[in-house]
């Protein structure tokens, strides 16, 4: 079970996540954070295929995401 | 299971960053690298002047803050004295290309056993969006109004290319972190570049081309795209020496 | 000087080429790694500063070397050393100056050494020796003081000094103070919390107040712990004579000589510049009507003698920039016009 985990009050809004999810799956919130700022969430809450794509773009290390599948974070 | 998720070496203090800023990538990647090599504990890092400057307040290990421009002159001292620690520096366009280039290629070509992160974003960032020795012809910065080339200016200064012709250097790559495939490629080279000191082969950059948003006046999407489109043609991703 | 920094446990040199202090690296080049330490010449004196603030920040006793010019462009790591607290000895064999000058002898860098050189608000200790032998002895002293204080300390010397040969009797490193274990200094943080040694400080409490406050209490510490000068017959003197440096051995022989004819002079010479030994001028001065200096300047020390002495004396001054240094001679030939001329007219003249 893909698990996708937002800290949101790290978020600065800056939309990369979004941007580079291959399954279009993430946007930018109505409600802001504790700074003011729109921060991902989830469209559809089981479409996330736990690629980690969002996780890599991030730059406020924001996005935490648990997969299945056996490729672990970028290690070469 | 995959886990993705911040790496201990990260602190959890909020960075000062802009958003959409490719720093926090870049820092991302380098503190996994050290993480993933076992090395905090014998790393000692140097922070730049410029946007950079707080990194110690990012880096769960020892850090040096340096005079803007002498991180290799300082990195030199420190990993001379002590040759089993692994030491590293993290430098903008300025600080590397500008105020700092006799430090920098002079490093390089004594064959320091360091590793270098060069993050360059064709601007400056930190005093506002100044005119930056990356900065391309035709950019607009707060010192070149009219788009950098028209008076004087030269063109931009291409530091792997630059420095491959030097003897002393092992390891140049210039990556960037302006989609997934690049950042993924970034981990590989920066990692390679901490390898390559760990196992005493010499000096070893990893240029990362990087998204400043709020100086070039663009959303983050559009920042990816300025890298993607503008800056990589200028400056071709690509190893530039290795051996 | 080289083998003294080697034989008090100095292990890392940078250097740049510069007249005249070019045999301090070239004896460093092969005498350091014989020690075991490491030499590199470096591209700048830009460079060499900042390769003593790594070596320092990672634990090594360290030094650089260079002449006037080469300090200037010293002065960013100085400030950098001095803010950050970190250990070094650094030394000037002053030469000619404004400018590329000369390299003719000079002290034209009195002010630049004792008055904190670079931005900021921050002291080095400074030395000047007079003979090769103090060199030698104050080379050691130096990495003490460096260590115990966490302080940058500074050897003014100058061409006559970095050129010389008279014999030395190379003793063995004694230490002087008794040095804390270096628990600043970057190691990897095995075993214990990650370290920064920085020198920005944005803390919006006033932490750059603070960080100011707390070097200003050890420069006085400094202050009241190490003043050091040698003295030559001033109890009953009635002019005494000051110069630094080369230029005070000078002048010594001249007093000396005013002595043998019966002139009630003396002589005091400073061997810390930073701190300067203020007592020992107010003690010198109690009992004589006059002071001269004598500098291989257009009179720079002559202005801590003044504050030192709160001008009770007339005090002139003797001295050019540029490559001049005095003679015996002429010092001797000043002392006599000054010793003829009554005090009390003297005295109404400068007040």
Redesign the interface.
Same mark, same amino acid.
């Given at each position: 079970m893909t698990k996708i985990r937002f800290e949101t009050? #790290?978020c600065? %809004?800056? %939309?990369?996540c979004v941007?580079?999810c291959p399954r279009k799956n993430l946007r930018l919130s109505d409600s802001l954070n504790e700074q003011g700022?729109s921060y991902p969430e989830e469209i559809d809450p089981d479409g996330c295929t %736990?690629c %980690?794509?969002c996780? #890599?773009?991030?730059?406020?290390?924001a996005?935490?995401?648990?997969?299945?599948?056996?490729?672990?974070?970028?290690?070469? | 299971?995959? !886990?993705?998720?911040?790496t201990p070496i990260?602190k959890d203090q909020?960075?000062h =960053?802009? /958003?959409?800023?490719?720093?926090?990538?870049a820092h991302?990647?380098v503190a996994?690298v050290i993480d993933?090599l076992g090395i905090?504990?014998?790393? @000692?890092g140097t922070?730049p002047v410029g946007c950079a400057?707080?990194l =110690?307040n990012y880096?769960?290990?020892?850090? @040096?803050?340096?005079?803007h421009g002498?991180s290799p002159?300082?990195?030199?001292?420190?990993?001379? !004295?002590?040759p089993d620690?692994?030491v590293f520096t993290y430098q903008g366009d300025g600080d590397l290309a500008a105020i700092g280039t006799?430090?920098t290629?002079?490093a390089a070509n004594?064959g320091e056993n360091i590793t270098v992160i060069f993050v360059n974003n064709a601007i400056y960032g930190m005093t506002g969006g100044q005119m930056a020795p990356t900065t391309m012809l035709g950019q607009v910065t707060t010192t070149t109004q009219h788009g950098r080339g028209g008076q004087g200016e030269g063109p931009p200064i291409k530091v792997c290319e630059l420095l491959s012709t030097l003897g002393g250097v092992c390891y140049l790559e210039r990556t960037a972190v302006s989609? /997934?495939k690049d !950042?993924?490629n970034a981990?590989?080279a920066i990692?390679k570049a901490f390898q390559n000191q760990i196992d005493g082969k010499g000096f070893s950059l990893v240029e990362v081309l990087s998204m400043c /948003?709020t100086d070039w006046k663009l959303? /983050?999407?559009q920042s990816?795209d300025f890298v993607n489109e503008k800056m990589k043609p200028v400056f071709p991703l690509g190893v530039y020496k290795d051996q | 000087m080289a083998e003294a920094a080697i034989q008090a446990g100095c292990?890392?040199f940078?250097g740049y080429p510069i007249t005249p202090q070019n045999e301090v690296p070239e004896y460093m080049s092969w005498r350091m790694p014989q020690a075991g330490g490491?030499f590199?010449q470096?591209?700048?004196e830009?460079? *060499?500063i900042?390769?003593?603030?790594?070596?320092?920040?990672?634990? *090594?006793r360290?030094m650089t070397s260079s002449s006037s010019p080469g300090i200037s462009l010293k002065q960013?790591?100085i400030s950098?050393i001095a803010a950050a607290e970190l250990p070094c000895v650094i030394a000037n064999m002053q030469r000619g100056g404004p400018g590329l000058g000369n390299i003719r002898a000079s002290q034209g860098d009195y002010f630049q050494a004792v008055k904190s050189g670079g931005h900021g608000d921050y002291h080095l200790i400074v030395v000047a020796p007079a003979t090769l032998q103090e060199l030698y002895t104050l080379t050691m002293n130096a990495f003490d003081w460096a260590d115990y204080y966490r302080n940058p300390v500074m050897i003014l010397g100058d061409g006559i000094l970095g050129q010389m040969a008279e014999p030395v009797e190379i003793l063995p490193y004694q230490p002087i103070l008794e040095i804390p274990e270096k628990d600043y200094i $970057?190691?990897?943080?095995?075993?214990r919390l990650?370290?920064?040694?920085?020198? $920005?400080i944005l803390d919006p409490a006033d932490g750059l107040v603070r960080h100011n406050e707390h070097l200003q209490e050890k420069y006085k510490r400094i202050e009241s712990e190490i003043s050091l000068c040698e003295e030559y017959q001033t109890a009953d003197a009635e002019l005494v004579v000051t110069g630094f440096g080369v230029t005070g051995r000078i002048a010594k022989a001249a007093v000396r000589k005013a002595r043998k004819k019966g002139l009630a002079v003396g002589w005091i010479r400073p061997i810390t510049l930073w701190p300067f030994p203020k007592q020992a001028y107010q003690e010198a001065v109690r009992a004589a009507s006059k002071m001269l200096v004598v500098e291989m300047n257009h009179g720079q020390m002559i202005e801590d003698v003044k504050l030192a002495t709160e001008c009770a004396v007339p005090t002139e001054f003797m001295g050019k920039g540029g490559g001049w240094y005095p003679d015996e001679k002429s010092i001797l030939d000043k002392i006599e016009s000054m010793i003829k001329q009554p005090a009390a007219a003297a005295k109404g003249r400068v007040s």
């Amino acid at each position: 079970m893909t698990k996708i985990r937002f800290e949101t009050h #790290r978020c600065k %809004g800056c %939309g990369l996540c979004v941007l580079f999810c291959p399954r279009k799956n993430l946007r930018l919130s109505d409600s802001l954070n504790e700074q003011g700022l729109s921060y991902p969430e989830e469209i559809d809450p089981d479409g996330c295929t %736990g690629c %980690g794509l969002c996780f #890599r773009m991030c730059p406020d290390t924001a996005i935490e995401v648990q997969s299945p599948k056996k490729d672990n974070q970028d290690k070469q | 299971m995959a !886990v993705f998720k911040r790496t201990p070496i990260l602190k959890d203090q909020l960075t000062h =960053y802009c /958003p959409g800023c490719g720093h926090g990538i870049a820092h991302r990647l380098v503190a996994e690298v050290i993480d993933e090599l076992g090395i905090r504990e014998r790393t @000692i890092g140097t922070a730049p002047v410029g946007c950079a400057v707080l990194l =110690y307040n990012y880096f769960n290990c020892d850090v @040096i803050e340096c005079a803007h421009g002498r991180s290799p002159a300082v990195a030199t001292g420190i990993k001379r !004295v002590q040759p089993d620690k692994i030491v590293f520096t993290y430098q903008g366009d300025g600080d590397l290309a500008a105020i700092g280039t006799a430090e920098t290629i002079h490093a390089a070509n004594r064959g320091e056993n360091i590793t270098v992160i060069f993050v360059n974003n064709a601007i400056y960032g930190m005093t506002g969006g100044q005119m930056a020795p990356t900065t391309m012809l035709g950019q607009v910065t707060t010192t070149t109004q009219h788009g950098r080339g028209g008076q004087g200016e030269g063109p931009p200064i291409k530091v792997c290319e630059l420095l491959s012709t030097l003897g002393g250097v092992c390891y140049l790559e210039r990556t960037a972190v302006s989609t /997934p495939k690049d !950042v993924m490629n970034a981990k590989r080279a920066i990692k390679k570049a901490f390898q390559n000191q760990i196992d005493g082969k010499g000096f070893s950059l990893v240029e990362v081309l990087s998204m400043c /948003p709020t100086d070039w006046k663009l959303s /983050p999407a559009q920042s990816v795209d300025f890298v993607n489109e503008k800056m990589k043609p200028v400056f071709p991703l690509g190893v530039y020496k290795d051996q | 000087m080289a083998e003294a920094a080697i034989q008090a446990g100095c292990r890392f040199f940078a250097g740049y080429p510069i007249t005249p202090q070019n045999e301090v690296p070239e004896y460093m080049s092969w005498r350091m790694p014989q020690a075991g330490g490491v030499f590199i010449q470096a591209e700048s004196e830009v460079a *060499a500063i900042n390769m003593i603030f790594g070596a320092s920040a990672a634990g *090594a006793r360290c030094m650089t070397s260079s002449s006037s010019p080469g300090i200037s462009l010293k002065q960013e790591g100085i400030s950098y050393i001095a803010a950050a607290e970190l250990p070094c000895v650094i030394a000037n064999m002053q030469r000619g100056g404004p400018g590329l000058g000369n390299i003719r002898a000079s002290q034209g860098d009195y002010f630049q050494a004792v008055k904190s050189g670079g931005h900021g608000d921050y002291h080095l200790i400074v030395v000047a020796p007079a003979t090769l032998q103090e060199l030698y002895t104050l080379t050691m002293n130096a990495f003490d003081w460096a260590d115990y204080y966490r302080n940058p300390v500074m050897i003014l010397g100058d061409g006559i000094l970095g050129q010389m040969a008279e014999p030395v009797e190379i003793l063995p490193y004694q230490p002087i103070l008794e040095i804390p274990e270096k628990d600043y200094i $970057l190691t990897g943080c095995r075993g214990r919390l990650s370290r920064v040694i920085k020198t $920005l400080i944005l803390d919006p409490a006033d932490g750059l107040v603070r960080h100011n406050e707390h070097l200003q209490e050890k420069y006085k510490r400094i202050e009241s712990e190490i003043s050091l000068c040698e003295e030559y017959q001033t109890a009953d003197a009635e002019l005494v004579v000051t110069g630094f440096g080369v230029t005070g051995r000078i002048a010594k022989a001249a007093v000396r000589k005013a002595r043998k004819k019966g002139l009630a002079v003396g002589w005091i010479r400073p061997i810390t510049l930073w701190p300067f030994p203020k007592q020992a001028y107010q003690e010198a001065v109690r009992a004589a009507s006059k002071m001269l200096v004598v500098e291989m300047n257009h009179g720079q020390m002559i202005e801590d003698v003044k504050l030192a002495t709160e001008c009770a004396v007339p005090t002139e001054f003797m001295g050019k920039g540029g490559g001049w240094y005095p003679d015996e001679k002429s010092i001797l030939d000043k002392i006599e016009s000054m010793i003829k001329q009554p005090a009390a007219a003297a005295k109404g003249r400068v007040s």
